[in-house]
T-cell receptor
């Protein structure tokens, strides 16, 4: 089984709808992250959490919210989806904040907002 | 602030040849880590190699090596003996390490280089 899972893997939704993307991990890591990927822009950080009680905004948090329900679960919500939120969304985890700790990525959620 | 620059949107290489993917970075943090990830067409992000800013040796992982030139702030990925399966998007990323850094733990990505290996 995958260490970092994301649900759903694909989603098409309409403008104005609320949608939640879920991430679960079995790696036992405290640090979790949400990124979005747009063609030609690489990955950009939306939110990150260093433990259940610590949640921080990334560089593009507007229009998004998150919830860290448990050490293993980190959800991303779009309260009112808009077309420019169409992107590939990744959840990631890491063991620590030391630079040498790589981030482990989930398989991604492809979101389309029409 | 951290910044990663990948100036090659696309690269082409013939099978079995070596290829270098460029990455330059900018940071004021004295301690940091540099990563390369591979993203095949299926979309997943695959970790390839890591280089610490204080590492004396250039990192190597199988056919991947990192040409780290600290003074020039460059961390180029070298893939030796390219294979058709190496065709993918490659991302360079950086993470600050010093505890004083306001960006501790966050990973910053470049825009990626699309590598195509042809037979």
């Amino acid at each position: 089984d995958a260490d970092v899972t994301q649900t759903p893997r694909n989603r098409i939704t309409k403008t104005g709808k609320r949608i939640m993307l879920e991430c679960s991990q079995t790696k036992g890591h405290d640090r979790m992250y949400w990124y979005r990927q747009d063609p030609g822009l690489g990955l950009r950080l939306i939110y990150y959490s260093f433990d259940v009680k610590d949640i921080n905004k990334g560089e593009i948090s507007d229009g998004y919210s998150v919830s860290r329900q448990a050490q293993a679960k980190f959800s991303l919500s779009l309260e009112s989806a808009i077309p420019n939120q169409t992107a590939l969304y990744f959840c990631a985890t890491s063991e620590g904040t030391s630079a040498r700790y790589e981030q482990y990525f989930g398989p991604g959620t492809r979101l389309t907002v029409t | 602030a951290q910044k990663i620059t990948q100036t090659q949107p696309g690269m082409f290489v013939q099978e079995k040849e070596a290829v270098t993917l460029d990455c330059t970075y900018d940071t004021s943090d004295p301690s940091y880590g540099l990563f390369w990830y591979k993203q095949p067409s299926s979309g997943e992000m695959i970790f390839l190699i890591y280089q610490g800013s204080y590492d004396q040796q250039n990192a190597t992982e199988g056919r991947y090596s990192l040409n780290f030139q600290k003074a020039r702030k460059s961390a180029n990925l070298v893939i030796s003996a390219s294979q058709l399966g190496d065709s993918a998007m490659y991302f360079c990323a950086m993470r600050a390490q010093s505890r004083q850094s306001s960006t501790l733990g966050r990973l910053y990505f470049g825009r990626g280089t699309q590598l195509t290996v042809w037979p």
